[in-house]
């Protein structure tokens, strides 16, 4: 879930019903995510888009970039 919410992040928090990611084959995480009810599959090879749940666990977990995390208060 990390890499879905890092490529999420980097394309600008996209709206989650249209936006869709593809998983590499080498990755067994899908039917863990699938089962937690975070992603699910558009009918493409191995590809999936965010459930709202999984919207939200992006939201509540993702990393600040590391320069707005230490940047102090904005005023």
Do not use: C
Request: glycine share 6%; charged share 25%.
């Amino acid at each position: 879930m990390k890499e879905i919410t890092s490529t999420y992040v980097e394309d600008g928090y996209p709206n989650y019903q249209i936006w869709w990611f593809r998983l590499r084959d080498d990755d067994m995480a899908s039917s863990e995510l699938l089962a937690l009810g975070l992603i699910e599959s558009i009918g493409i090879w191995r590809s999936y888009k965010l459930t709202r749940d999984g919207k939200y666990w992006v939201l509540q977990h993702h990393e600040l970039p590391a320069m707005a995390a230490h940047a102090g208060p904005a005023f």
